[in-house]
């Protein structure tokens, strides 16, 4: 029904939902994909204005560009999932995309320079260096050999009395250099151990409640 259309409106644009009024450039759209693959999935409904406005598009054509988008522009491809909805006759798609356990996916920036994006609130950025590496060390997990050193123990200590801690702090702290401190809360990330967070103003590290 139309009203599950209206409800996800509501909502507005977030972390997990983006809004579309027409599809003019498949590499464009590709990166609006690849950020939810590479994030916690998301709904993309094409055919609405960023202010919510329902304006409707030509859903054979919007279809064969999403098509395009994530076949030919999404490096590897992702799969997606698609509905079409009629609301006051006009037509608004709804584009489901699901977490991948293939990161990083890829699309052109504007440069046509294939990078690695993610949904961050309701924006699609390029994943840090940090996020690139945690997807590569992911992918080799089960080679993750860990015991607690003095550095480990020093960090665990800090989370004590603090909430975060940025790579920087943990270098200095710790005494290690940033390469070394890098490694370290990569790999106590993958393990699930603290937890890799990005925001408009700095990137930092979490001890995982349920470590």
């Known amino acids: 029904m139309s009203k599950h259309i209206v409800d996800l409106i509501k909502q507005g644009e977030h972390q997990t939902l983006d809004f579309k009024h027409s599809i003019t450039d498949s ?33 054979e054509e919007e279809y064969y560009m999403i098509e395009a988008a994530a076949q030919m522009y999404c490096k590897p491809e992702i799969p997606f999932g698609i509905t079409k909805w009629s609301i006051n006759g006009k037509t608004v798609l709804e584009v489901v995309v699901k977490p991948s356990s293939k990161k990083p996916h890829k699309a052109p920036d504007k ?75 990569i790999n106590l990330t993958v393990l699930g151990l603290i937890r890799h967070v990005v925001n408009q103003e700095e990137e930092y590290f979490l001890l995982n409640p349920e470590s």
């Open 27 to 59: 590499k464009k759209i590709a990166r609006a994909i690849t950020a939810f693959a590479n994030t916690e999935g998301g709904i993309l409904l094409i055919g609405v204005k960023d202010n919510g406005s329902i304006v409707g598009v030509d859903s």
């Open 111 to 185: 440069n046509g320079d294939y990078k690695a994006f993610v949904r961050l609130n309701d924006e699609n950025v390029v994943a840090t260096p940090i996020q690139l590496k945690i997807w590569k060390v992911e992918r080799h997990r089960p080679s993750i050999r860990m015991a607690l050193s003095e550095k480990e123990k020093v960090l665990f200590d800090h989370f004590k009395t603090n909430p975060k801690i940025t790579l920087g702090q943990f270098s200095r702290i710790a005494f290690i250099s940033r390469i070394d401190a890098e490694n370290t809360l």
